[in-house]
């Protein structure tokens, strides 16, 4: 009996081996040539083929390993591959001290496939020895973020696309574009990512995609973070240098590059503008903790093969410039985390600096607008038989439009526990107030906002929003949240928290509760009280006699002067409008 318990435990000890680390030679047994290889480069490989394709790769290869870090809407984990060719161990904490970390980002709209193949080939030609390895930075990839929208596969909904054959839905399995979906997180798919991000912590992020819009000669556009919203010495080093250097590595291996090409339904020679990555976009929200972020967006026009062979390369150019500036991108990253402090102007919202721009030598067809043979108005149409290389305005520079001073600290009422939890979801630090207290604090109430009116991504947001800011005595209880700036974190913070940054919780619909009244007054009640309200107020009653004489809408609505009556009582609620998010200054 102990024999043959001994011998089972010796082939368990073989077998965990065996899964969790193999040897180089074992890998001869497995044939890692790609889908899309097998293709020709028509076809992607599915949800399924992907994950194992990894699997067997960090099976035969000690430098890579895969984990399932959490879930998503789909059921299913969201994996991590990396791959660190001085072991596999991941702790990331310790790698971070020698190394530069890259995250790659592939499969947020699946039906945009060409980052799925182009990572798969690119991990098995670095471990295979087919390419140069890095020695200083360790990649990071998520093989397919949308799981759901991979698992949802058909062959038309990407209408523009040529190829590849099939391919998974832009939506995920609640019908959410994850790119839109990193501030408000609505979905466990985003909650995943933040964990996996703060986990990291990387350097250089890519996400790929390929494009909708304009006809062009390029396949490859790239869509880099806007460089004076990431600001600092960092923002010019991306503009100045980490761009061009891109653009010279690729013109080496002739692949051209452009600027990502922002028209719909016109011609780019007339000049375009760069696209403004917002918090809610996965380069926008790495920004905002100081990580250099860029979109691949390959031309959805151009054969897949070709597509995907571009963002191969064009990953492998951007691990080279991490190689050689390694230690400029750690230096430049550490000092932008002391770029703003309290007492600082941030800038909130942007908008194009129309007295600096660009001129790009753009490659692109001719293009006219022609009667349509279908409805008879004007359409475009461009004649690929007639490239051209023009010189034309690309606006890539971008000013404040609205600013807010830092202040030292915010105070959030516990009663809040979503926004916390995303704020510690995020790695802000955050201490308890031990009693009760009062503290003198800024406030705004919500002075003025629009609301779209068709729903977008799971929510009618708000735009245009103003405040009005003063300062008061409130009490707050034990147990409330004090969150100071002087953190990692700042920028997060600034971006969710100050209603009227563009991607704000108070944009997203999180505190919607303080715009509905909740207390109101019955008019054949209030009419007397009101009465003896102006009574007593000589001030206001010189202050409502004004306005029934100047104002003929408010003169001929009996509710209305009631209600407004109401709003300078001490009857009205002092929650209404009032932003329960509180700045210390």
């Not at 969790?20 to 790609?34: P, Y």
């Not at 870090?69 to 059921?75: E, K, L």
């Not at 917002?278 to 920004?287: A, E, M, V």
Request: hydrophobic share 30%; aromatic share 12%.
């Amino acid at each position: 009996m102990k024999k043959l318990i001994i011998l089972l435990l010796i082939l368990s000890s073989c077998n965990d081996k065996t899964e969790n680390k193999n040897s180089k030679e074992d890998s001869s047994n497995i044939d890692f040539t790609t889908v899309f290889e097998k293709s020709e480069g028509t076809e992607t490989a599915t949800y399924d083929q992907t994950i194992q394709y990894y699997s067997d790769l960090a099976n035969s290869y000690s430098e890579i390993t895969m984990e399932a870090i959490g879930q998503t809407d789909s059921g299913k984990p969201l994996h991590i591959a990396t791959l660190n060719m001085t072991g596999s161990e991941n702790d990331f904490e310790a790698l971070r001290e020698n190394k530069r970390i890259m995250l790659i980002n592939n499969g947020i709209h699946p039906g945009e496939s060409d980052g799925i193949d182009a990572t798969m080939m690119l991990y098995r030609d670095i471990v295979e020895g087919k390419i140069d390895a890095p020695k200083n930075t360790v990649l990071v990839t998520i093989p397919i973020y949308n799981v759901g929208g991979s698992l949802n596969r058909n062959s038309t909904t990407r209408t523009n696309q040529n190829g590849p054959k099939a391919y998974g839905f832009r939506g995920n399995a609640r019908n959410y574009d994850l790119n839109r979906d990193f501030i408000k997180s609505d979905t466990k798919n985003a909650r995943t990512f933040a964990k996996i991000f703060h986990m990291i912590q990387p350097d250089v992020f890519i996400d790929n995609h390929v494009s909708n819009g304009a006809d062009y000669q390029y396949t490859l556009t790239h869509l880099f973070t806007q460089h004076n919203k990431l600001g600092g010495k960092l923002g010019n080093y991306l503009h100045t240098e980490m761009m061009p250097k891109l653009k010279q590595k690729l013109e080496t291996k002739s692949w051209d590059i452009t600027p990502y090409v922002n028209v719909f339904n016109s011609t780019p020679d007339r000049g375009f503008t760069q696209f403004l990555d917002s918090p809610r976009y996965s380069t926008g929200y790495t920004t905002l903790f100081n990580t250099l972020g860029m979109m691949v967006e390959t031309h959805m026009l151009k054969p897949y093969k070709q597509r995907v062979e571009g963002t191969y390369e064009l990953m492998k150019s951007m691990i080279e410039i991490t190689e050689e500036q390694g230690d400029k991108i750690s230096k430049l990253r550490k000092e932008q985390h002391k770029t703003w402090s309290a007492g600082d102007i941030y800038p909130l919202a942007w908008e194009v600096d129309t007295t600096q721009s660009s001129t790009l030598s753009f490659k692109g067809y001719e293009g006219e607008l022609i009667p349509s043979e279908l409805t008879g108005a004007q359409r475009l149409k461009y004649d690929t038989s007639k490239p051209f290389t023009k010189e034309i305005t690309y606006q890539n520079y971008f000013k404040a439009a609205d600013s807010v001073t830092i202040p030292k600290a915010y105070v959030i009422p516990q009663g809040w526990h979503h926004i916390i939890e995303l704020l510690k979801l995020n790695e802000i630090e955050m201490t308890q107030i031990e009693n009760d207290t009062t503290i003198n604090v800024e406030l705004y109430k919500i002075a003025n906002y629009d609301t779209r009116t068709s729903a977008y991504e799971g929510h009618y947001t708000h735009y245009k929003t103003s405040v009005k800011a003063s300062s008061e005595n409130v009490n707050f209880r034990k147990g409330d949240y004090l969150i100071t700036t002087d953190q990692k974190g700042i920028r997060y913070l600034l971006e969710t928290l100050e209603p009227i940054a563009p991607d704000s919780f108070f944009n997203w619909n999180f505190f919607d509760t303080i715009l509905q009244q909740k207390e109101g007054f019955s008019p054949y009640v209030w009419e007397d009280k009101a009465q003896q309200l102006l009574k007593n107020n000589p001030k206001l009653q010189i202050e409502y006699n004004i306005k029934v004489s100047y104002e003929e809408d408010f003169a001929n609505n009996w509710y209305a002067q009631l209600d407004w009556l109401h709003k300078q009582s001490p009857n009205y609620e002092t929650a209404h409008f009032l932003y329960p998010i509180y700045r210390l200054e």
